[in-house]
C-alpha cells in the first residue's frame, strides 16, 4: 500500500493558536468583527449544465451527466461563501511563507484566495461525478493495509480486472437531498452534512479525529510553555540515540476506536479531568490546572481573532461555531484526497503494461551505460542512493553488495594500551595485541536515551493493557521486559525492516516512579552476541538459524584467532616491508540459509528480497534492530540496506580490514556474516544483499503481474513510476477544470473586501 499523507490544505488554526502567532497580529487591529464576517468569494458551478457536460467531455471524453443529476442542479450545489475571517486565517498559516520568499501582501493574498476558490470547486465538482455515477470508486493504493485486508468491514468491494475498490453504497441524488436538507441544518453544518453523504464513517471518524488532535496539539504547546515557566526546566536530546526511520509513527488513516467502532479521542480542556478521555494522553508534569491555563490561552486565541463569540460557552469545544469551521474545512479535504483518488484509478486504467515496462527499460537502459562507462566509486555512489523509490537495475560484475555493521568497541583504556604497543613495535606485534585484547571487549544495549532522552519511546510490555506483544526473552541473560515504539506496533504497520520484539538488555526501574529510569545494562561478548543473534532469528522465525562455516573453524570461530603471535599476522615480504594477513583478523564465518540460490544470490530472488515475512526480510529485520540496540557506529544507522561495498579488487574508503572482510562476505552471498577486528573494536557485519552481474532482477525484471505484491521489487518500481505520473496527471486534470470552471458565471470575488489585507506595505 502507498502511503499518503492525508494532508490539510484548510486553515490549521489550532496549531498556529498552539504557537501563539495571532497574538498582537498588527494584520486586524483595526478589523471588527462585522468586518471579519463579509464574504469576500462565492462559488456555484451548478448553473449551467451544458457547461458542465461539456466540461466533463473535456476532461473524460464521451460522457453523460445522469438526467437525475441536470434535474436538479440547483439543489444539489448551492453557493459556498469564503469569508474574510477564512481569508485571513489561511494567510496565518500559508501566507507568511509567500511573503517571506518574496511575494508582495497582495500576491499572496490574490494566491491563497485562488487556492480557497479551487478548493470549492473541485468539492462542488467531485459531488456531481459521484452522483452522476451513482458510486465511488477509488484506486486501492489510497486505502491502508488494515482496510484492504478487511474491505468488508469497511464498507468497501474489489471492482474485478481493476485497481479500483468500490464504496459499498449506492448514491442517489433523493439521498444526497434527504441529507443535506434535514431540518434544523445551515451554515457549516448544512455542508459537513452534503460532504458527509459522501464519506464513510471511518472517514468521517478519521476527520474528526485529525481535528481534535490538532487542538489536543495546540494546548499541549501552550501547556508545555506554561509547565516550563512554572518549573524553568528544559531537557536536552544533544545525547539522544537515533531512531528507526518510522519510529512511532501511526498509520495516516489512523484512529482510536472503541469496541463498537466509534471515535474515542476526546479534547483535553482541564474542566473534564474526571471523565473518559479515550486515547488522548495528558503530557508531561500537567494538572486540571495547567491544562485549564492552557485552554483558556486557546479560547482567548478565538476570540481575539473573531472565531468565537463571547455569547458562545467554552465548556464544550465541539458546540463553537469555530469546531464546525474546522470540521468543515476537514471534511473538504477528506472530499478533494478522496477525488484525487478516483482520478488516479482513472490514470491507472488509461495506464498500459508496456508502458509501465518502457519506464523499466529506460532506466535500465540508462543505468547500463552508465556502470559500464563509470568507476567503481561511481557505481557505489549509485548504490548508496538506493530506496524504495530509487533502484539500481544494473551491476558492472558480481561481487558489489550491502552490509550492515555492528560495532562493539574498545574501551578507552583498551585503546590508550594498543596505542602505546603500535607506538614501540611492529604492526605485527599491534595485531598480536589487539587480537589478544579483544577477548575483553564488551558491549552493552545503547537505547539509554530511549528512556531518559528528550523522548521516552519505552513500554513495559508485560504489563496489563499495553500492546501484549510476545517479545525476545534471551537464554544469554536476564533482560528486561521493556520495548520501544509501542505506537508503531499498535497503530501502525510496525517498522520497515525492523523486528521490534527485542527488549532492552539490562535492568530496568522507574523507583521513584517519576520517569526517570536506573538502567544497568548487562556486559556482552561478541560470542553471547552471535548467540542472541541466532536465537533471536530464531524467535521471529522458527525455520532461520545462524550457521558457523565449519571449514573456518569449530563452529563458524577460528579458534587460534586470540593467541596468535606476531609472526601469524605476516603474509609476505615486500619492498616495503611486510604484507599482512588480514584473513588472520577475522573471527568468525557463518550464514544463514534465506532460500534457494538464483542469480547467483543466498536469496529467493533479488526481486523478493524485502517481500514482508520472507526470510530475508525477517534476517534483515533482526539484524537491523540488534544494530540499533548495540551498535556504537551511528553512521550505519538508519541506511536502506547498510553500506555499499565495492568488489573485490577495487578499493573503498573503510579501513583495510572491513573492506577485506565486506569483500570476502559479499562474495559469500546474501544471508553470510562475518566478524572482524579493527583498531575500533569488533564488526560484526551482515550481507543484506548482493548485487549479481548484469540485471541485477534478472531477464525480466519488471513483472506486471506482480505490482499489487507488498515488498517485491515490482510492487517498489511500480508505486515510484505511478506516483511521478499520477501527480502529474491529477494536477492537469484539476488545472483544466479550473479554466473552464473558475469563470464569472461560477464565481464571484470581492476583492474590496479585502484590500486593506492586499494594500499592506
Same mark, same amino acid.
Given at each position: 500500500?502507498?502511503?499518503?499523507?492525508?494532508?490539510?490544505?484548510?486553515?490549521?488554526?489550532?496549531?498556529?493558536?498552539?504557537?501563539?502567532?495571532?497574538?498582537?497580529?498588527?494584520?486586524?487591529?483595526?478589523?471588527?468583527?462585522?468586518?471579519?464576517?463579509?464574504?469576500?468569494?462565492?462559488?456555484?458551478?451548478?448553473?449551467?449544465?451544458?457547461?458542465?457536460?461539456?466540461?466533463?467531455?473535456?476532461?473524460?471524453?464521451?460522457?453523460?451527466?445522469?438526467?437525475?443529476?441536470?434535474?436538479?442542479?440547483?439543489?444539489?450545489?448551492?453557493?459556498?461563501?469564503?469569508?474574510?475571517?477564512?481569508?485571513?486565517?489561511?494567510?496565518?498559516?500559508?501566507?507568511?511563507?509567500?511573503?517571506?520568499?518574496?511575494?508582495?501582501?497582495?500576491?499572496?493574498?490574490?494566491?491563497?484566495?485562488?487556492?480557497?476558490?479551487?478548493?470549492?470547486?473541485?468539492?462542488?465538482?467531485?459531488?456531481?461525478?459521484?452522483?452522476?455515477?451513482?458510486?465511488?470508486?477509488?484506486?486501492?493504493?489510497?486505502?491502508?493495509?488494515?482496510?484492504?485486508?478487511?474491505?468488508?468491514?469497511?464498507?468497501?468491494?474489489?471492482?474485478?480486472?481493476?485497481?479500483?475498490?468500490?464504496?459499498?453504497?449506492?448514491?442517489?441524488?433523493?439521498?444526497?437531498?434527504?441529507?443535506?436538507?434535514?431540518?434544523?441544518?445551515?451554515?457549516?453544518?448544512?455542508?459537513?452534512?452534503?460532504?458527509?453523504?459522501?464519506?464513510?464513517?471511518?472517514?468521517?471518524?478519521?476527520?474528526?479525529?485529525?481535528?481534535?488532535?490538532?487542538?489536543?496539539?495546540?494546548?499541549?504547546?501552550?501547556?508545555?510553555?506554561?509547565?516550563?515557566?512554572?518549573?524553568?526546566?528544559?531537557?536536552?536530546?544533544?545525547?539522544?540515540?537515533?531512531?528507526?526511520?518510522?519510529?512511532?509513527?501511526?498509520?495516516?488513516?489512523?484512529?482510536?476506536?472503541?469496541?463498537?467502532?466509534?471515535?474515542?479521542?476526546?479534547?483535553y480542556t482541564g474542566s473534564n479531568y474526571d471523565q473518559d478521555l479515550g486515547?488522548?494522553?495528558?503530557?508531561e508534569g500537567s494538572t486540571p490546572v495547567t491544562r485549564k491555563k492552557a485552554?483558556?490561552?486557546?479560547?482567548?486565541?478565538?476570540?481575539?481573532?473573531?472565531?468565537?463569540?463571547?455569547?458562545?460557552?467554552?465548556?464544550?469545544?465541539?458546540?463553537?461555531?469555530?469546531?464546525?469551521?474546522?470540521?468543515?474545512?476537514?471534511?473538504?479535504?477528506?472530499?478533494?484526497?478522496?477525488?484525487?483518488?478516483?482520478?488516479?484509478?482513472?490514470?491507472?486504467?488509461?495506464?498500459?503494461?508496456?508502458?509501465?515496462?518502457?519506464?523499466?527499460?529506460?532506466?535500465?537502459?540508462?543505468?547500463?551505460?552508465?556502470?559500464?562507462?563509470?568507476?567503481?566509486?561511481?557505481?557505489?555512489?549509485?548504490?548508496?542512493?538506493?530506496?524504495?523509490?530509487?533502484?539500481?537495475?544494473?551491476?558492472?560484475?558480481?561481487?558489489?553488495?550491502?552490509?550492515?555493521?555492528?560495532?562493539?568497541?574498545?574501551?578507552?583504556?583498551?585503546?590508550?594500551?594498543?596505542?602505546?604497543?603500535?607506538?614501540?613495535?611492529?604492526?605485527?606485534?599491534?595485531?598480536?595485541?589487539?587480537?589478544?585484547?579483544?577477548?575483553?571487549?564488551?558491549?552493552?544495549?545503547?537505547?539509554?536515551?530511549?528512556?531518559?532522552?528528550?523522548?521516552?519511546?519505552?513500554?513495559?510490555?508485560?504489563?496489563? $493493557?499495553?500492546? *501484549?506483544? !510476545?517479545?525476545?526473552?534471551? +537464554?544469554?541473560? &536476564?533482560? @528486561?521486559?521493556?520495548? #520501544?515504539?509501542?505506537? =508503531?506496533?499498535?497503530?501502525?504497520?510496525?517498522?520497515?525492516?525492523?523486528?521490534?520484539?527485542?527488549?532492552?538488555?539490562?535492568?530496568?526501574?522507574?523507583?521513584?516512579?517519576?520517569?526517570?529510569?536506573?538502567?544497568?545494562?548487562?556486559?556482552?561478548?561478541?560470542?553471547?552476541?552471535?548467540?542472541?543473534?541466532?536465537?533471536?532469528?530464531?524467535?521471529?522465525?522458527?525455520?532461520?538459524?545462524?550457521?558457523?562455516? $565449519?571449514?573456518? *573453524?569449530? !563452529?563458524?570461530?577460528?579458534? +587460534?584467532?586470540? &593467541?596468535? @603471535?606476531?609472526?601469524? #599476522?605476516?603474509?609476505? =615480504?615486500?619492498?616495503?616491508?611486510?604484507?599482512?594477513?588480514?584473513?588472520?583478523?577475522?573471527?568468525?564465518?557463518?550464514?544463514?540459509?534465506?532460500?534457494?540460490?538464483?542469480?547467483?544470490?543466498?536469496?529467493?530472488?533479488?526481486?523478493?528480497?524485502?517481500?514482508?515475512?520472507?526470510?530475508?526480510?525477517?534476517?534483515?529485520?533482526?539484524?537491523?534492530?540488534?544494530?540499533?540496540?548495540?551498535?556504537?557506529?551511528? $553512521?550505519?544507522?538508519?541506511?536502506?540496506?547498510?553500506?555499499?561495498?565495492?568488489?573485490?579488487?577495487?578499493?573503498?574508503?573503510?579501513?583495510?580490514?572491513?573492506?577485506?572482510?565486506?569483500?570476502?562476505?559479499?562474495?559469500?552471498?546474501?544471508?553470510?556474516?562475518?566478524?572482524?577486528?579493527?583498531?575500533?573494536?569488533?564488526?560484526?557485519?551482515?550481507?543484506?544483499?548482493?548485487?549479481?552481474?548484469?540485471?541485477?532482477?534478472?531477464?525480466e525484471g519488471f513483472d506486471y503481474d506482480q505490482r499489487n505484491e507488498e515488498?517485491?521489487?515490482?510492487?517498489?518500481?511500480?508505486?515510484?513510476?505511478?506516483?511521478?505520473?499520477?501527480?502529474?496527471?491529477?494536477?492537469?486534470?484539476?488545472?483544466?477544470?479550473?479554466?473552464?470552471?473558475?469563470?464569472?458565471?461560477?464565481?464571484?470575488?470581492?476583492?474590496?473586501?479585502?484590500?486593506?489585507?492586499?494594500?499592506?506595505?
Open positions: 500500500m502507498k502511503k499518503k499523507l492525508i494532508t490539510t490544505i484548510s486553515c490549521l488554526l489550532a496549531a498556529v493558536f498552539g504557537l501563539g502567532m495571532f497574538s498582537g497580529c498588527d494584520l486586524i487591529e483595526t478589523d471588527s468583527r462585522a468586518d471579519m464576517e463579509q464574504v469576500v468569494a462565492e462559488v456555484n458551478i451548478g448553473g449551467d449544465a451544458d457547461a458542465l457536460e461539456s466540461m466533463f467531455n473535456t476532461i473524460f471524453g464521451e460522457y453523460t451527466l445522469s438526467s437525475s443529476v441536470t434535474d436538479s442542479l440547483s439543489e444539489i450545489i448551492t453557493t459556498e461563501n469564503i469569508y474574510k475571517r477564512d481569508l485571513f486565517a489561511y494567510f496565518i498559516n500559508y501566507g507568511y511563507s509567500l511573503v517571506s520568499g518574496g511575494s508582495t501582501y497582495a500576491e499572496a493574498f490574490d494566491s491563497l484566495m485562488d487556492n480557497l476558490v479551487s478548493n470549492k470547486i473541485i468539492v462542488q465538482y467531485a459531488m456531481i461525478y459521484y452522483l452522476s455515477e451513482g458510486e465511488i470508486v477509488v484506486d486501492r493504493d489510497s486505502l491502508s493495509p488494515d482496510v484492504l485486508e478487511n474491505l468488508d468491514d469497511y464498507g468497501y468491494e474489489t471492482v474485478e480486472g481493476t485497481d479500483g475498490i468500490r464504496v459499498k453504497k449506492d448514491l442517489t441524488v433523493s439521498g444526497y437531498l434527504e441529507a443535506k436538507n434535514q431540518e434544523g441544518l445551515s451554515g457549516y453544518a448544512q455542508t459537513i452534512a452534503s460532504i458527509g453523504y459522501f464519506l464513510t464513517e471511518d472517514e468521517k471518524n478519521f476527520a474528526e479525529y485529525q481535528l481534535r488532535l490538532s487542538i489536543n496539539n495546540a494546548i499541549d504547546s501552550n501547556e508545555e510553555a506554561i509547565i516550563n515557566a512554572e518549573s524553568n526546566s528544559s531537557s536536552d536530546s544533544s545525547s539522544d540515540r537515533a531512531t528507526p526511520t518510522g519510529a512511532n509513527e501511526t498509520d495516516e488513516n489512523y484512529y482510536p476506536k472503541t469496541e463498537t467502532g466509534e471515535l474515542d479521542y476526546q479534547v486515547e488522548y494522553e495528558t503530557i485552554y483558556n490561552q486557546f479560547i482567548n486565541s478565538l476570540i481575539r481573532n473573531y472565531l468565537k463569540d463571547e455569547s458562545e460557552s467554552p465548556t464544550d469545544i465541539t458546540a463553537l461555531n469555530y469546531y464546525s469551521l474546522e470540521l468543515k474545512t476537514y471534511y473538504e479535504q477528506m472530499m478533494i484526497n478522496k477525488f484525487s483518488d478516483t482520478l488516479t484509478l482513472n490514470m491507472s486504467n488509461q495506464r498500459e503494461k508496456n508502458d509501465l515496462n518502457k519506464e523499466y527499460s529506460l532506466l535500465l537502459e540508462a543505468q547500463t551505460g552508465s556502470a559500464e562507462d563509470g568507476s567503481s566509486s561511481d557505481f557505489t555512489t549509485t548504490m548508496n542512493s538506493m530506496s524504495d523509490s530509487s533502484f539500481v537495475l544494473y551491476s558492472p560484475s558480481s561481487g558489489y553488495g550491502f552490509v550492515y555493521n555492528i560495532l562493539l568497541p574498545f574501551s578507552s583504556m583498551q585503546s590508550a594500551y594498543l596505542t602505546s604497543v603500535q607506538n614501540s613495535g611492529t604492526g605485527a606485534d599491534y595485531y598480536a595485541a589487539r587480537n589478544a585484547m579483544l577477548k575483553n571487549v564488551r558491549g552493552t544495549d545503547q537505547r539509554s536515551s530511549w528512556f531518559n532522552g528528550s523522548e521516552d519511546y519505552s513500554y513495559d510490555a508485560s504489563e496489563t $493493557g499495553t500492546a *501484549g506483544v !510476545d517479545y525476545f526473552k534471551s +537464554d544469554n541473560f &536476564t533482560n @528486561s521486559s521493556y520495548l #520501544f515504539f509501542e505506537d =508503531s506496533y499498535t497503530k501502525n504497520d510496525g517498522i520497515d525492516r525492523y523486528a521490534g520484539k527485542y527488549p532492552y538488555n539490562g535492568s530496568v526501574s522507574d523507583d521513584d516512579g517519576d520517569g526517570v529510569y536506573t538502567l544497568i545494562p548487562n556486559k556482552v561478548s561478541v560470542e553471547q552476541l552471535l548467540d542472541e543473534f541466532n536465537d533471536y532469528l530464531n524467535f521471529i522465525d522458527g525455520d532461520l538459524t545462524l550457521a558457523g562455516d $565449519g571449514a573456518f *573453524g569449530t !563452529d563458524g570461530y577460528d579458534t +587460534d584467532f586470540y &593467541t596468535r @603471535s606476531a609472526s601469524d #599476522f605476516i603474509s609476505s =615480504s615486500s619492498p616495503d616491508g611486510f604484507a599482512y594477513d588480514y584473513e588472520k583478523m577475522i573471527y568468525y564465518k557463518g550464514s544463514i540459509a534465506v532460500g534457494g540460490v538464483e542469480n547467483g544470490l543466498k536469496n529467493t530472488t533479488a526481486a523478493d528480497l524485502l517481500k514482508e515475512g520472507s526470510d530475508s526480510y525477517n534476517a534483515i529485520s533482526v539484524f537491523n534492530e540488534l544494530m540499533f540496540a548495540y551498535s556504537t557506529d551511528t $553512521g550505519c544507522l538508519n541506511t536502506y540496506l547498510g553500506y555499499s561495498i565495492a568488489a573485490e579488487g577495487y578499493s573503498t574508503s573503510y579501513v583495510t580490514e572491513f573492506e577485506y572482510a565486506a569483500q570476502q562476505a559479499v562474495a559469500n552471498g546474501t544471508g553470510t556474516v562475518y566478524v572482524v577486528a579493527t583498531e575500533y573494536g569488533w564488526h560484526i557485519m551482515y550481507v543484506s544483499m548482493t548485487l549479481p552481474a548484469g540485471n541485477v532482477y534478472g531477464a515488498g517485491t521489487f515490482s510492487y517498489y518500481f511500480y508505486q515510484a513510476m505511478k506516483d511521478k505520473v499520477t501527480t502529474n496527471y491529477v494536477d492537469e486534470i484539476n488545472t483544466r477544470v479550473m479554466e473552464l470552471l473558475n469563470v464569472d458565471a461560477n464565481v464571484t470575488i470581492y476583492q474590496s473586501r479585502y484590500e486593506d489585507f492586499r494594500s499592506i506595505a
